[in-house]
């Protein structure tokens, strides 16, 4: 049965969630407050970078609408989605400030029958919007928690070919509706209760963090040993109990998800009286990771000042112009402290997050970015870069030194062509 579905916030989340239900078959309004983001939407254009959503929007302009007007949005809605940002706050906690404004725009909404909340929350956010619900006038109005496991990049074929849905509810009423709003998904709904959905999201988030931090750790033991931690991770994944997915070692994991949500368990942890050790360390590893190779790369330079170091990848990982938490941030920052020139090229990453850095100047290949550099180090592994003709590059280094940061070339092969080749727990 084909739904009338607001949803709030048009960023990552809220866009593809209003693409595929509208694709799904649902005729939904989406409602952000950025007028310029209203606009582009209106005249056709994607404002963020995700393959196969332009598309996907595209086709299904018939039942998918943009507004900048809240009264507008939920005048026919059934279902409110709830997709705006929760930022952490200097505390760790996440700021749920918009999350409840949407709450507050919903006191004339007439057709109403759920609200559900697809932002990243702590747990017992659920109880607390039922209770704005409730003083709003909206006892009748069901509540259900419905997390985004989508990866940035696929977000698309994520949602509509997802690992699991994961529905969270108080009444059978409200599960039945949201898993009645996914037919046409092909993936397993499970129905659990609020509390537990909230908790899923971010144990999930923390497990994969937990996952990527293991293997640095494993890399760093790896350099000091002589092991190699790619054929070490890909032996260790093939047991299914580990698995191999997110087994890369790198300078660190970032984006707008992992960083923030394993900085929002631990709050919620330490809050709740039982500090979560082990995700501080896992946070506390990947705080390191970056700053430690840059430690290894400057010994190897001696010293920084006065050197010339290229930036090959700028975003959070390949496939989005994504700059959130990239480790290529800290990097940059770290190396203009300590002196150096940087250059850098990456073929996505969003203008605004690296024109303030006037001191970094951006290349438009990334033979030019390295031309005259002392090292060049690989931050984003895009697969580019594995064209590079790495020999012409050679030439035009100041010193022929790489520092391949995601393991993406060949050590053999770079150190034939006449580099220093440094990377990450792999034997120099
Ligand atoms: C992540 C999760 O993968 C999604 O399941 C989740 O829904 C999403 O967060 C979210 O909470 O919204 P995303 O942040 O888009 O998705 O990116 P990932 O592909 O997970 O990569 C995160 C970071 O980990 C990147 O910096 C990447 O380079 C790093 N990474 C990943 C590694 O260093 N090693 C790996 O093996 C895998």
Same mark, same amino acid.
């Given at each position: 049965?084909?739904?009338?579905?607001?949803?709030?916030?048009?960023?990552?989340?809220?866009?593809?969630?209003?693409?595929?239900?509208?694709?799904?078959?649902?005729?939904?309004?989406?409602?952000?407050?950025?007028?310029?983001?209203?606009?582009?939407?209106?005249?056709?254009?994607?404002?963020?970078?995700?393959?196969?959503?332009?598309?996907?929007?595209?086709?299904?302009?018939?039942?998918?609408?943009?507004?900048?007007?809240?009264?507008?949005?939920?005048?026919?809605?059934?279902?409110?989605?709830?997709?705006?940002?929760?930022?952490?706050?200097?505390?760790?906690?996440?700021?749920?400030?918009?999350?409840?404004?949407?709450?507050?725009?919903?006191?004339?909404?007439?057709?109403?029958?759920?609200?559900?909340?697809?932002?990243?929350?702590?747990? !017992?956010?659920?109880?607390?919007?039922? /209770? %704005?619900?409730? &003083?709003?006038?909206?006892?009748?109005?069901?509540? %259900?928690?419905?997390?985004?496991?989508?990866?940035?990049?696929?977000?698309?074929?994520?949602?509509?070919?997802?690992?699991?849905?994961?529905?969270?509810?108080?009444?059978?009423?409200?599960?039945?509706?949201?898993?009645? $709003?996914?037919?046409?998904?092909?993936?397993?709904?499970?129905?659990?209760?609020?509390?537990?959905?909230?908790?899923?999201?971010?144990?999930?988030?923390?497990?994969?963090?937990?996952?990527?931090?293991?293997?640095?750790?494993?890399?760093?033991?790896?350099?000091?040993?002589? %092991?190699?931690?790619?054929?070490?991770?890909?032996?260790?994944?093939?047991?299914?109990?580990?698995?191999?997915?997110?087994?890369?070692?790198?300078?660190?994991?970032?984006?707008?998800?992992?960083?923030?949500?394993?900085?929002?368990?631990?709050?919620?942890?330490?809050?709740?009286?039982?500090?979560? #050790?082990?995700?501080?360390?896992?946070?506390?590893?990947?705080?390191?990771?970056?700053?430690?190779?840059? #430690?290894? $790369?400057?010994?190897?330079?001696?010293?920084?000042?006065?050197? *010339?170091? &290229?930036?090959? !990848?700028?975003?959070?990982?390949?496939?989005?112009?994504?700059?959130?938490? &990239?480790?290529?941030?800290?990097?940059?920052?770290?190396?203009? /402290?300590?002196?150096?020139?940087?250059?850098?090229?990456?073929?996505?990453?969003?203008?605004? /997050?690296?024109?303030?850095? *006037?001191?970094?100047?951006?290349? %438009?290949?990334?033979?030019?970015?390295?031309? !005259?550099?002392?090292?060049?180090?690989?931050?984003?592994?895009? =697969?580019?870069?594995?064209?590079?003709?790495?020999?012409?590059?050679?030439?035009?280094?100041?010193?022929?030194?790489?520092?391949? !940061?995601?393991?993406?070339?060949? =050590?053999?092969?770079?150190?034939?062509?006449?580099?220093?080749?440094?990377?990450?727990?792999?034997?120099?």
């Amino acid at each position: 049965m084909t739904r009338k579905v607001a949803v709030f916030g048009a960023g990552y989340i809220g866009l593809v969630t209003g693409a595929c239900f509208a694709e799904l078959g649902h005729a939904v309004v989406v409602r952000d407050i950025v007028p310029e983001r209203i606009q582009m939407l209106r005249a056709g254009d994607v404002p963020i970078f995700e393959p196969g959503l332009g598309d996907m929007i595209a086709r299904n302009q018939d039942r998918l609408s943009f507004t900048l007007d809240a009264d507008e949005a939920v005048a026919e809605a059934e279902v409110v989605y709830v997709c705006v940002d929760t930022p952490p706050m200097p505390s760790g906690d996440a700021d749920l400030s918009r999350v409840f404004a949407v709450i507050e725009a919903l006191k004339g909404a007439s057709h109403l029958t759920a609200v559900v909340v697809k932002s990243t929350v702590p747990v !017992g956010t659920g109880e607390r919007v039922r /209770a %704005a619900l409730d &003083a709003a006038g909206l006892e009748h109005v069901g509540y %259900a928690s419905n997390p985004e496991f989508t990866a940035e990049g696929k977000a698309v074929g994520d949602f509509m070919h997802p690992d699991r849905v994961v529905v969270g509810v108080w009444e059978d009423a409200t599960a039945k509706l949201i898993t009645e $709003l996914h037919e046409g998904v092909d993936g397993p709904v499970l129905v659990m209760d609020v509390a537990s959905a909230e908790m899923t999201k971010l144990g999930a988030n923390a497990a994969l963090a937990t996952k990527i931090s293991l293997t640095n750790e494993l890399a760093t033991v790896c350099e000091a040993t002589g %092991a190699d931690i790619e054929q070490v991770a890909r032996a260790i994944g093939m047991d299914p109990r580990i698995g191999s997915h997110f087994m890369k070692a790198g300078l660190g994991y970032g984006g707008s998800c992992f960083p923030k949500d394993s900085r929002a368990l631990r709050a919620l942890a330490t809050n709740s009286g039982h500090p979560f #050790q082990l995700l501080t360390a896992v946070i506390e590893v990947n705080d390191l990771q970056s700053r430690r190779h840059i #430690q290894r $790369l400057k010994a190897e330079l001696g010293g920084l000042r006065d050197r *010339t170091v &290229a930036l090959l !990848g700028m975003t959070f990982k390949p496939g989005t112009d994504d700059m959130r938490e &990239a480790p290529s941030t800290i990097i940059a920052s770290r190396l203009l /402290a300590e002196g150096a020139t940087v250059r850098c090229w990456d073929p996505l990453a969003e203008p605004g /997050a690296i024109e303030p850095w *006037t001191s970094v100047s951006r290349h %438009a290949t990334p033979l030019e970015a390295v031309s !005259g550099a002392d090292a060049a180090l690989i931050v984003t592994e895009w =697969p580019e870069l594995a064209g590079v003709s790495w020999g012409q590059a050679r030439t035009v280094m100041r010193r022929p030194l790489i520092f391949d !940061g995601r393991n993406l070339l060949d =050590p053999q092969t770079m150190k034939g062509l006449g580099f220093t080749y440094m990377s990450v727990g792999r034997p120099t």
